[in-house]
């Protein structure tokens, strides 16, 4: 870290922990800890797990505000005693802002955002620290890396928990902004069924089933089924979303020691190819054009089925150390008819070329075996995973098409009476994926106030790559290590220190076939958390991230890749999560990011695209009494940002994106109907219909708009 913004970031690391020491004082000058410091929870929703189960690093969180987490260390460590900044998005704020997709989720969690792969939004794509997350791997599911190109289903999540910084220490190669863990519901012996049906806007509608209990009398055999289904016409025009997702699981508990877990996860997309691109722009940026307005084809689509299966066990020698393992393989098919959209000129004519693949098949197996033992030496109390992991995967595209006989088009008169040429050429591509790698940490706590933490991994990959008759291998390894030391001057008080290395992904001349060394990343972080009881926390993080060896076209020859060196990200995030009063709950979240090329021959500071500087979010709900009245609302604000740069022209960044601020509002209200908890619920999302491009991708031809007005109406019972 450069020494002035060392200094600055020390200086106000220190600063925010004098001033929530005098806040903690004043807040709860009797032990923290007390009963007087913690009010008892209370059951805040009609439909509700009891509030009396204990929170687990994997179970459900009461309220808004996470206590421990799984996703950091992998050990189950109370989150105020992890040296790192970890976020979790509980059950019941998915549910109070009625989230249907990762996407709402995360904007709840600072430096977190949308973004847009290489397909459009068509998968789960995000800006983390300013940098991307894989396009095709973004999230995780109980820890282990998955694929999709439809975003993940929500209908089947517990929590979602976002890990900042880089994650290879725990989970291999990965993009170094942070990951996002997707923790499965679990079977419980509590019986309940839900069933909720939503309506609302553009035709939409969705059913969803969550159904989990005992299959005897001993609670040794326990299942959950999840099911969702859902169509939507979409915004624009001549647009549908279809979606069915079913997600069955069994659990069998033989004795007290010993669990297996067997889930299989089924989902099946069809959707317009033009919902998720977006639109396009000119030479002045995204085109101004009603927004429902389809300038794709009216026979656009987009399929992809996936079956996944999961095994996970885990057994207890004893008190002190336990063996687990979890394993998925994932199947998926796909096929896509789409269009390429060229930018617009100023008179808004544009013209478009089939893009897409002809039958896309793939595989991905994903497996580790880990080791966790408590034991003490001397004063020393000592938390040790170790571990090893093993990622494969299968890639066919079946046929990459692009081109053909352009069609003719205008913004404002779009022509939908031509039908696409067959004349478009379809390119072979693959690629098989290996990764693997070992990994050691130890977590050491003394003096009740000091907790310091060391990991090591070791990776081994390979990526064999083929297109269009060419081939690009490369083998990489990379041994990484992290630390932190974490201190706590009172009970619900800590103040951190961590670094932590990243091991990317692999680089390559796609013109040449020449293989670069692989991306590779560094962190330091410094933070403070305080938690004056177990439904309320905030969280405080100053960061400075590296990531080395990108890669660029050549401005010389745009066919040819080059390195362009290393980018920096510095920034600021505040995190604010849980019970004001039994009433009262709130979420908020503030980022400042400063993303640059840094270290580089021809990209030297200039900002990198998609990561508005300045980000924030709020969310509020209050519930009157035991009326079963609940009121809330809040606001997402995101700064200006840069547009995508286009590949083929040495013009850096052609364009920007607006700032935009959007208003959420709901109320709900939960009864009794026929013995049974019942609620009814309305959520108002973007409430002042505000126009926005959240991201963008591939320069002017794939800008996404943002989603206008939407009225959610939801009834909700459990048996």
């Known amino acids: 870290m450069r020494p002035v913004r060392l200094a600055a970031a020390t200086a106000l690391g220190v ?77 019941e704020l998915l549910d109070d802002q009625q989230a249907l997709r990762i ?9 977190v955002y949308v973004a847009q792969g290489p397909d459009g939004n068509t998968m789960d794509t995000f800006m983390i620290r300013g940098f991307q997350t894989d396009s095709y791997g973004a999230t995780y599911q109980d820890g282990l890396r998955d694929f999709s190109r439809a975003p993940k289903e929500v209908a089947g999540i517990e929590r979602v928990e976002v890990l900042k910084g880089p994650a290879a220490i725990m989970y291999g190669r990965i993009e170094p902004g942070g990951m996002i863990n997707r923790v499965a519901k679990r079977p419980r012996a509590e019986a309940f069924t839900d069933i909720e049906q939503q309506i609302g806007s553009y035709e939409f509608y969705r059913t969803t089933l969550d159904s989990t209990g005992a299959l005897d009398a001993d609670e040794s ?37 010993t669990s297996i877990r067997a889930a299989i996860e089924y989902m099946d997309d069809d959707r317009s190819w033009a919902q998720t691109y977006g639109t396009i722009g000119d030479v002045n940026g995204p085109v101004e054009i009603p927004i429902e307005t389809n300038l794709n084809g009216k026979d656009d689509v987009y399929k992809d089925r996936s079956v996944s299966y999961s095994l996970d066990w885990s057994h207890e020698f004893n008190e002190s150390w336990r063996l687990q393992q979890r394993l998925t393989y994932l199947v998926r098919d796909s096929h896509a008819d789409g269009t390429w959209l060229s930018e617009a000129d100023l008179a808004g004519n544009y013209e478009r070329v089939h893009w897409g693949w ?49 069609t003719l088009s205008n913004i404002h008169a779009p022509d939908y009476t031509s039908a696409y040429h067959d004349d478009y ?86 013109t040449t076939g020449t293989a670069f060394d692989p991306q590779t990343s560094y962190q330091y972080e410094v933070g403070t958390k305080w ?18 060896n ?72 209050y519930r009157v009494g035991d009326t079963g009245l609940q009121f809330g609302g809040g606001v997402v604000y995101r700064d200006s940002q840069l547009g995508t740069q286009r590949a083929w022209d040495p013009a850096i960044y052609p364009y920007m994106l607006d700032g935009y601020t959007l208003v959420d509002l709901m109320a709900s209200y939960a009864f009794d109907l026929a013995g049974n908890p019942t609620k009814v619920q309305l959520n108002i999302s973007n409430a002042t219909d505000e126009r926005y491009n959240p991201s963008s991708y591939g320069g002017m031809s794939r800008i996404m708009l943002g989603e206008p007005r939407m009225i959610l109406g939801s009834f909700r019972m459990s048996f």
Request: glycine share 8%.
């Open 550 to 621: 990108l890669t660029m076209a050549d401005p010389e020859n745009p066919l040819r890749t080059i390195l362009a060196g290393e980018a920096t990200s510095e920034g600021i995030e505040v995190d604010i999560s849980g019970q004001i009063t039994d009433a009262w709950s709130v979420v908020a979240s503030y980022a400042y990011t400063d993303v640059r090329y840094t270290n580089s021959d021809t990209m030297q500071g200039e900002r990198m695209f998609g990561v508005p500087r300045n980000g924030a979010s709020f969310w509020t709900t």
């Open 221 to 257: 055999w326990l299942y959950r089924v999840n099911a969702a289904f859902e169509d939507s016409d979409g915004f624009k025009d001549f647009t549908h979303n279809r979606r069915l997702y079913l997600a069955p699981q069994i659990e069998w508990r033989p004795g007290e020691a």
């Open 358 to 406: 002809e039958d896309e098949d793939q595989s991905v197996a994903s497996v580790n075996l880990e080791l966790l033992g408590h034991f003490e030496t001397g004063p020393l109390q000592h938390t040790l995973l170790v571990g090893a992991d093993y990622y494969d995967e299968d890639y066919d595209s079946g046929g990459w098409a692009w081109g053909g006989t352009p």
């Open 103 to 111: 996407e709402d989720a995360i904007k709840n969690v600072s430096g």
């Open 15 to 91: 600063a925010i922990t004098a001033t929530l020491a005098v806040a903690a004082e004043n807040t709860a000058s009797a032990d923290p800890q007390s009963p007087a410091a913690q009010p008892e929870p209370t059951t805040l929703r009609a439909i509700q797990v009891s509030s009396d189960i204990e929170e687990t690093a994997t179970g459900p969180v009461e309220g808004y505000h996470a206590t421990r987490s799984a996703t950091g260390t992998k050990t189950d460590t109370p989150l105020l005693e992890t040296p790192f900044s970890v976020q979790v998005v509980s059950r």
């Open 425 to 510: 050429p379809a390119d072979a591509y693959g690629y098989k994926n290996r990764n693997g790698g070992v990994y050691l940490q130890d977590q050491v706590a003394f003096a009740e106030r000091w907790h310091v933490m060391l990991g090591v991994r070791h990776d081994k990959a390979r990526y064999d790559n083929n297109y269009a008759g060419s081939t690009l291998l490369a083998n990489d390894s990379a041994l990484t290590w992290r630390g932190g030391v974490l201190y706590q001057p009172r009970p619900d008080l800590s103040v951190y220190a961590s670094f932590v290395e990243g091991f990317g992904s692999s680089n390559f001349d796609w």
């Open 531 to 548: 938690q004056p009881s177990p439904r309320f926390g905030l969280t405080v993080a100053l960061f400075q991230l590296v990531k080395d």
